[in-house]
């Protein structure tokens, strides 16, 4: 295939670690690896720069992002209720502080004067795409010759979410999915997210990671059972109190640790009682985390609710070869726990055909649409 001039554009990037960080900078990297020329737009951060040096791609900064949600911390208890209710209303409302973005890419594009081959736009957060769609001609002349929408969760039919979006968002989804050639999701369950009329400019294109880059430590045996999970927690949905529950209602006498890597550890520290067998940690790098991971006997992965979102955790957890013990909220299964923690994973989550996450696999996908 003839080289391509391919444009991304994106909120996170590298050194940010979040899976559309992952996302964008995975395909960056492996398409300046596969030759084509590579341009990335993303917002300021330290590091990039030297991240495109090191593989060849143009790095177009959108700049610094200066719109910050309130912060009334210093007025104690009250401060931090107004915080959380009056930063949630305006990002339900009005998509801030996101919402910025939209008129950084805005601006970027119309001074763009390249045409590409191609350009993939990386959301969440969505103002990336609305930014493009205002910019974005149906007939005639723009700044590439195919736009594929990437998304890795849904929008206004998302499930994960307390509060739905108001009503104005599904015109502004509508608007920016016609304009877009193609929308790309991680699975085939992931069409129930979306608006039924723009199920055909759905493509199937799951994460991607270069195996080769995970390293892995040997399983340690001691006589102390660890297993471990990293991410966040989401009350209700992705909540892990009935798991820490039968965890510490187990005998003293049951040796294990379960080390959690998380940025939202006031989910889990309430319910741990004097329980040391449960381990709260600071979030670490995909790839420390991974290592660590890999000398735990299994892994735990908190299942989102319904099925239009697969977190890219679990492609992770294949990658290091460990078995899953996969928890839903509200429907704890006591039997399977103990199997596993007595060391039978018959009843472990597979994740089928794990070549498919490759990362240079995704990229073929992501050309054959151009």
């Given at each position: 295939m003839k080289n391509k001039k391919i444009l991304i554009i994106t909120d996170a990037f590298y050194p940010a670690q979040s899976p559309r960080s992952f996302r964008a900078t995975e395909l960056a990297k492996e398409f300046c690896r596969q030759g084509h020329q590579v341009t990335v737009m993303a917002?300021?951060?330290?590091?990039?720069?030297?991240?495109?040096?090191?593989?060849?791609?143009?790095?177009?900064?959108?700049?610094?992002?200066?719109?910050?949600?309130?912060?009334?911390?210093?007025?104690?208890?009250?401060?931090?209720?107004?915080?959380?209710?009056?930063?949630?209303?305006?990002?339900?409302?009005?998509?801030?502080?996101s919402m910025e973005l939209y008129f950084k890419v805005r601006k970027a594009l119309k001074q763009e004067k390249n045409t590409y081959d191609l350009m993939i736009s990386i959301a969440i957060p969505y103002p990336i795409?609305?930014?493009?769609?205002?910019?974005?001609?149906?007939?005639?002349?723009?700044?590439?010759?195919?736009?594929?929408?990437?998304?890795g969760d849904p929008y206004c039919l998302q499930e994960n979410d307390t509060f739905q979006p108001p009503f104005y968002f599904k015109w502004v989804e509508k608007w920016?999915?016609?304009?877009?050639?193609?929308?790309?999701?991680?699975?085939?369950?992931?069409?129930?997210?979306?608006?039924?009329?723009?199920?055909?400019?759905?493509?199937?294109?799951?994460?991607?990671?270069?195996?080769?880059?995970?390293?892995?430590?040997?399983?340690?045996?001691?006589?102390?059972?660890?297993?471990?999970?990293?991410?966040?927690?989401?009350?209700?949905?992705?909540?892990?109190?009935?798991?820490?529950?039968?965890?510490?209602?187990?005998?003293?006498?049951l040796k294990f640790e379960f080390h959690i890597f998380t940025s939202t550890p006031q989910f889990v520290l309430p319910f741990l009682g004097d329980d040391k067998r449960i381990l709260v940690h600071h979030p670490i790098n995909r790839k420390e985390l991974l290592v660590t991971?890999?000398?735990?006997?299994?892994?735990?992965?908190?299942?989102?609710?319904?099925t239009a979102q697969t977190p890219s955790k679990l492609i992770d957890y294949a990658i290091i070869g460990k078995p899953i013990l996969n928890i839903e909220t509200g429907s704890l299964d006591a039997e399977i726990i103990k199997q596993f923690l007595q060391g039978n994973y018959a009843n472990a989550l597979q994740l089928e055909n794990v070549d498919k996450y490759k990362i240079e696999n995704i990229v073929h996908l992501f050309l054959k649409l151009v």
């Open positions: 917002p300021f951060r330290e590091g990039t720069d030297k991240l495109a040096q090191e593989y060849g791609f143009l790095y177009k900064s959108l700049g610094i992002l200066n719109w910050r949600i309130f912060n009334f911390k210093s007025l104690g208890i009250v401060g931090r209720l107004y915080n959380k209710v009056v930063n949630r209303v305006l990002s339900l409302l009005f998509e801030f502080p795409h609305w930014g493009i769609a205002s910019v974005w001609k149906t007939s005639g002349n723009n700044v590439a010759k195919k736009w594929i929408a990437d998304c920016f999915m016609r304009k877009a050639d193609y929308i790309t999701v991680p699975t085939v369950n992931s069409f129930k997210g979306y608006f039924p009329e723009f199920h055909s400019k759905l493509r199937v294109i799951p994460q991607g990671f270069r195996f080769e880059d995970i390293e892995k430590r040997e399983t340690k045996n001691d006589g102390i059972l660890r297993f471990g999970y990293g991410g966040v927690f989401i009350p209700g949905r992705r909540d892990p109190r009935e798991f820490i529950a039968f965890l510490t209602s187990l005998p003293k006498s991971l890999s000398s735990f006997q299994f892994v735990v992965n908190f299942a989102n609710q319904g």
